[in-house]
C-alpha cells in the first residue's frame, strides 16, 4: 500500500472510529429504552463546547477537563434526560413518535443553548485529547464495543437489558427494575456522545450547528445496523470512513467530478438516505402526539387580536420592520407542516428542504439561470418555483407510503440532510444567488403587505382543505390508518397529496423569505431549521392555523428581541415537556389553572369535551338517553334486554319501524330505509354475494387458513364462529382486503377481487367494523359518518342523517368529538361509518364486544333490519347466544377448516365442543 493509500486510510479510520462510537451509543440507548436520541449529536457538541471551556478558557489541565467532561458531565447529561424527560414519557406510557418530539425538543434545546452561552460563532482552538495516529480511537471503540456485548451476553445486567428490550411491562412485573436499565443506558449512551464530540471537536470547527449535524448524519450507522448489531454498526462505520476517506483521491473528467466530491464528502448522508429510505423501516407506530391531535377551536378574539399583531409592523421601519418581514413567509412554511404533519398525521422533518429548494428555484429563475426555462419577473419565479417543487414532495411523500412513525421520521430527515449537501451546499447555490422583489413591492413595507396578502391566500387554502372532504380524510389517515383504509380513503394517494401540498405551501414561503432577505441563503435552510419548525409547530398545536402564526412569530422575534438561540431554547424546552401536557400549550394552560383552582379537573380533555362531559355526569343516566336522541329501552343505550322475534326478519317494512332506534318510523312519519343509497358511480357494481374459495393462508411454516370457502349471501346473515387461533380473523380479513391469501381468490357479485386494496373493496361496496374500534376521535361523531359516506361515494348527505338516527346518534352527542365516548357509542360511531357507505356486503369482527346486554338486543335489531333490505352480513364473533339469536348459518372454523356449516340450531353444538365461544 503506497504512503497516500495509507494515510488516508488511516484518516478514514479516525472519522469511522468517531462514527463508531456514535452508532454503539445509539443502539444501547435505543435497545435499553427504546428511544432513538436525535439528541445525540446535540449532547456531542455541548460536550466538545464544555471541554474547550475547561481547557482554553478556565485553563484546566486536559486530563482533567477531559475526565470531568467524560465521566462526569456527560453521564449526567444522560441521567438528568433520562430523569427529567424520557423516565415521565415511559410512564405516561408515551408512544415511540412522543419520545422522538422529546428528543428533537432536547436537540433544539441543546442548540440553543449553546448558541446563547457561547454564540453562533466558530471555534478552530478546541483541544486535540488523543493523537493524529487513529489506534488510540480505534482501540476505545473495539473495547467498548466488547464491553457492551459481553456485559449484555454475560451479566446480570445483561439479562435484564433483554427483557426488558422485549417486553417492558412484563420485565416490570417480573420485578425488573426498568428505569435502572433506562438510566444505565442513557447514561452509557451520553457517555459516548461526549467522546465522539471530544475526539471530534478538534478536527471540524466548533459551532453549536456544525458538529451537531456532522453527528446527526451518523445515524446511518445504526439504522443500518438495524438499531440492534453493534458489530454491523462499527464495520458499517470504519468502512464508510475508510471508503469516504480514499474517495478524495479520484478525479473523473466532467460532470463526474463535483459529483464524486459531493458523495464523497457526504458519504455518511448518502449511507442514511439508503439505510433510511432502502432498509426495512425500525419501529411502526404511527400515532402523532397527542396535542397534535387535540381538537382546539380557536375563539374568534383570538384571531382578532393575531390580525392586529399581524399588521403591526406596518408601523415599523428600519431593521424592525425588516425582521418583521421574516414572519409571514415562515408562517406560510409553518402552514405546511398544519397540512402534512397537523391534518394529515405524517411526521415530516424534512420541510426545510421544500422551503429551500422554493428560494433556490425562485432566485435561479428570476436569474434566468434555471435550465431550460427563460428569465422571470420575480412573481412569475415564485409561482413557478411553487409548481417545480410541489411535485419533489414526492421524495418524502412516496417514503411515507409504507413507513411510519420513527422510520417516516429518518427518511425526511435524511431526504432534508441529501437536499442540503448535494443541492443547497453546491458551489452555484452558495455563489452569491441574489433574489429580487416584485415592482412596487421592492421597499419592505411594500413588500410586507404583499407578504400579508399570500399569508391570507395560503391561511384560506389551508383552512377549506382542513373543512372540506379532503381534510376530513386527512384527520381520519392521522387518528386510525386502518380505519380510514376501511372507510374508503386512499391511503397512499392521500399521503402523497399531503406532501405534494405541503412542499408547494413549503416553497411558496421559502421564496417569499428569500425574497425578503433579497437573497438564497443555504444555512436559512439547513435540516435544524426543519426540526425546530417540526417541534415549534407540534408544541404549539400542530393542526392549529393560529398555531402556525403564533410560532412564527416566536421564532423570529425571540431571536431577534433577544439573543440568537433563545427562540430554539424556548421550543425546546416546550418539546421537551410535550408528553406531561398532552393537549399542547393551550391545555397546558387549562391545567394549570385548573391546579390553582382545586385538583379535580383532568388535563386529557379539551375544553369542549369537559363541558360535554361535564353535562352529561351532572344528568341521570334516562336523560342521556333522551338527550343523544334514545328513548330509554329503544337504543343501544337503551333498557330493553327483550330481542325482537327473529321471524320479523322476513318483513321489511315493519321491520324498519322496530330498528329506528332513534324513535322514528311508522309512528313517526314515513318509514324511511335503513341503508343509504350509493350515487350512480358506486352502484355500478351491483349488489352480490361475496365468495372466498379455497383460502389458504401461512404465516411462515403455519397454516392459519386451509382451503376455506365461504358465501355471504344478500339479504342473510353468516355467522363465523371458532376457538382462539381457529383463524376467523384471518378469514376476515381476506375478505375485508387486508391480508392476501396465499392460495384461493375471493370475488364480489362475480367479480374476482382477491388482488383489490381494502379502500377499493370499501368503494365497491364491501365494508367493515373492527375489533379494536376503529373510529376517529379528533372528529365529531358527525364527521366520522359523513368520511364512510363520502369515500363511500354516497353523494346523498341525507344518508348520514338517516344513520345518525337510526343509531341514535342524531341528539347532541352527533357533534362531540368521538374521543372520551363510552365504548357502547364508539361501537354504534363504528357501525355508522360503515353503514353511511351503503355497503352491500357488511363484515363485522365481534361487533358485541364491550356492549352490555341491552346494548347487544339493540345491536341485533339494527343487524336484522339491515338484512331485511337485502345487506349481505358476516359476523365473527365469540359470544354463541348472540349468533344463536341472529344468524341465518354459522360456519364453525377450526384449526383454519371449516368443521361444520348450517343454520345455528344444527351446527352451534359443534361449535361449542370445539370452544368456539362463549354461551
Ligand atoms: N401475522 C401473523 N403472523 C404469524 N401468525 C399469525 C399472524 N396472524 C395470525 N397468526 C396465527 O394464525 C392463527 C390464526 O389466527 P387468527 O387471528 O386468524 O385466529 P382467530 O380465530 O381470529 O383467533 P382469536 O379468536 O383469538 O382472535 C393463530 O395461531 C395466530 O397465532
Known amino acids: 500500500m503506497n504512503s497516500l493509500t495509507w494515510d488516508l486510510t488511516l484518516a478514514g479510520l479516525a472519522v469511522g472510529s468517531a462514527a463508531a462510537l456514535t452508532g454503539i451509543g445509539l443502539i444501547v440507548t435505543y435497545r435499553a429504552t427504546g428511544v432513538l436520541n436525535l439528541a445525540h449529536g446535540a449532547v456531542a457538541m455541548v460536550c466538545a463546547y464544555l471541554l474547550r471551556q475547561f481547557t482554553v478558557e478556565w485553563g484546566w489541565p486536559l486530563w482533567l477537563g477531559a475526565g470531568v467532561t467524560l465521566l462526569v458531565v456527560a453521564p449526567g447529561i444522560g441521567l438528568l434526560l433520562e430523569r427529567a424527560v424520557f423516565r415521565p414519557l415511559a410512564v405516561l406510557g408515551s408512544d415511540p413518535v412522543q419520545t422522538l418530539v422529546a428528543s428533537i425538543g432536547v436537540f433544539v434545546l441543546l442548540v440553543g443553548g449553546a448558541a446563547l452561552v457561547w454564540g453562533q460563532g466558530a471555534h478552530a482552538d478546541a483541544p486535540q485529547v488523543l493523537g493524529d495516529e487513529p489506534w488510540g480511537q480505534l482501540a476505545i471503540v473495539l473495547a467498548l464495543a466488547a464491553g457492551v456485548w459481553a456485559v449484555t451476553r454475560w451479566t446480570r445486567f445483561g439479562g435484564e437489558l433483554r427483557a426488558v428490550v422485549d417486553n417492558r411491562p412484563l420485565a416490570v412485573l417480573g420485578g425488573i427494575d426498568a428505569d435502572r436499565v433506562a438510566s444505565v443506558g442513557w447514561a452509557f449512551g451520553s457517555f459516548t456522545a461526549g467522546l465522539t464530540g471530544v475526539l471530534l471537536a478538534s478536527q471540524v470547527r466548533l459551532d453549536p450547528y456544525g458538529l451537531t449535524l456532522l453527528v446527526l448524519q451518523v445515524i446511518a450507522v445504526a439504522v443500518g445496523a438495524g438499531m440492534h448489531s453493534l458489530p454491523i454498526a462499527v464495520a458499517v462505520a470504519l468502512g464508510l470512513g475508510v471508503v469516504q476517506a480514499q474517495l478524495t483521491r479520484l478525479h473523473p473528467s466532467g460532470w463526474a467530478e463535483p459529483l464524486l466530491q459531493a458523495v464523497g464528502a457526504n458519504l455518511f448522508v448518502v449511507a442514511l438516505l439508503v439505510s433510511a429510505l432502502v432498509l426495512p423501516g425500525i419501529g411502526g407506530r404511527d400515532a402523532l402526539p397527542r396535542t397534535a391531535t387535540a381538537r382546539i377551536r380557536t375563539p374568534a378574539g383570538v384571531w382578532v387580536v393575531a390580525g392586529v399583531l399581524f399588521l403591526l409592523p406596518l408601523g415599523f421601519a428600519g431593521s424592525d420592520l425588516h425582521t418583521a418581514i421574516q414572519v409571514p413567509a415562515l408562517a406560510v412554511v409553518l402552514l405546511s407542516l398544519v397540512v402534512v404533519t397537523g391534518r394529515g398525521g405524517q411526521i415530516s422533518l424534512g420541510q426545510a428542504a421544500y422551503a429551500g429548494l422554493g428560494a433556490l428555484f425562485t432566485a435561479l429563475l428570476a436569474a434566468g439561470r434555471f435550465p431550460g426555462l427563460p428569465e422571470l419577473p420575480p412573481l412569475a419565479a415564485l409561482g413557478v418555483a411553487v409548481l417545480l417543487v410541489a411535485p419533489l414532495g414526492l421524495l418524502t411523500g412516496w ?81 386510525h390508518q386502518a380505519g380510514a383504509s376501511a372507510s374508503g380513503v386512499r391511503v397512499p394517494h392521500l399521503k402523497v397529496g399531503a ?372 345487506t349481505a352480513l358476516l359476523v365473527v364473533e365469540h359470544d354463541l347466544d348472540l349468533v344463536a339469536h341472529l344468524a341465518d348459518t354459522v360456519h364453525v372454523l377450526s384449526a383454519g377448516r371449516i368443521i361444520a356449516s348450517g343454520p345455528p340450531e344444527r351446527v352451534l353444538d359443534t361449535a361449542a365442543h370445539a370452544g368456539g365461544g362463549d354461551v
Request: hydrophobic letters at 45%; aromatic letters at 4%; charged letters at 20%.
Open 399 to 479: 417514503p411515507a407510503i409504507s413507513r411510519h412513525g420513527l422510520a417516516l421520521a429518518l427518511a425526511t430527515l435524511a431526504v432534508g440532510m441529501g437536499v442540503s449537501r448535494f443541492v443547497f451546499d453546491q458551489p452555484y447555490a452558495t455563489s452569491g444567488l441574489g433574489i429580487g422583489r416584485p415592482a412596487g413591492f421592492g421597499g419592505d413595507r411594500a413588500y410586507y403587505v404583499l407578504e400579508l396578502a399570500l399569508l391570507a391566500g395560503a391561511l384560506v387554502s389551508v383552512s377549506l382543505l382542513r373543512r372540506g372532504r379532503t381534510g376530513r380524510a386527512l384527520a381520519a389517515l392521522r387518528d
Open 499 to 870: 406532501f405534494v401540498a405541503g412542499a408547494a405551501l413549503a416553497a411558496l414561503g421559502g421564496g417569499m423569505l428569500g425574497m425578503g432577505l433579497r437573497a438564497f441563503d443555504p444555512a436559512a435552510f439547513d435540516p435544524v431549521r426543519g426540526l425546530l419548525w417540526f417541534a415549534a409547530v407540534v408544541v404549539l398545536g400542530a393542526d392549529s392555523l393560529i398555531g402556525a402564526l403564533g410560532a412564527a412569530a416566536l421564532l423570529v422575534g425571540l431571536d431577534a428581541g433577544t439573543r440568537g438561540g433563545v427562540a430554539a431554547a424556548v421550543i425546546g424546552v416546550l418539546a421537551v415537556l410535550i408528553g406531561r401536557f398532552p393537549g399542547g400549550p393551550y391545555e397546558a394552560v387549562r391545567a394549570v389553572a385548573a391546579h390553582v383552582r382545586g385538583p379535580r379537573r383532568e388535563v386529557r380533555l379539551t375544553a369542549r369535551g369537559e363541558a360535554i362531559r361535564a353535562r352529561f355526569a351532572a344528568r341521570p343516566r334516562h336523560a342521556i338517553h333522551q338527550e343523544t336522541g334514545n328513548a330509554p329501552g329503544t337504543g343501544p343505550e337503551g333498557q330493553d334486554p327483550t330481542p325482537a322475534p327473529r321471524a320479523s326478519r322476513t318483513t321489511s317494512g315493519g321491520q324498519r319501524a322496530e330498528t329506528s332506534v332513534s324513535g322514528a318510523g311508522p309512528q313517526g312519519g314515513a318509514p324511511e330505509p335503513v341503508r343509504p343509497t350509493r350515487s350512480a358511480k358506486a352502484t355500478d357494481t351491483p349488489a352480490g354475494p361475496l365468495t372466498a374459495h379455497g383460502l389458504t393462508v401461512t404465516y411462515d411454516d403455519f397454516t392459519a387458513l386451509d382451503g376455506v370457502g365461504i358465501e355471504i349471501v344478500p339479504g342473510r346473515i353468516t355467522a363465523v364462529v371458532g376457538p382462539n387461533g381457529a383463524g376467523k380473523s384471518t378469514l376476515f380479513h381476506c375478505l375485508a382486503g387486508t391480508v392476501r391469501p396465499d392460495a384461493g381468490r375471493v370475488e364480489f357479485a362475480g367479480r374476482d377481487i382477491t388482488r383489490l386494496a381494502a379502500h377499493a373493496r370499501t368503494r365497491l361496496g364491501i365494508a367493515r367494523t373492527f375489533q379494536q374500534l376503529a373510529v376517529f376521535p379528533s372528529l365529531t361523531v358527525e364527521e366520522n359518518l359523513r368520511v364512510g359516506a363520502e369515500q363511500g361515494r354516497v353523494r346523498d348527505l341525507t344518508a348520514v342523517d338517516r344513520t345518525l338516527r337510526l343509531l341514535g346518534l342524531d341528539g347532541p352527542v352527533r357533534h362531540h368529538p368521538a374521543a372520551d365516548l363510552p365504548t357502547g357509542t364508539l361501537r354504534r360511531v363504528e357501525l355508522g361509518r360503515a353503514l353511511a357507505g351503503a355497503p352491500h356486503v357488511l363484515l363485522l369482527d365481534e361487533p358485541a364486544a364491550g356492549l352490555d346486554t341491552a346494548e347487544v338486543a339493540a345491536l341485533s335489531r339494527v343487524l336484522r333490519a339491515l338484512a331485511a333490505e337485502g
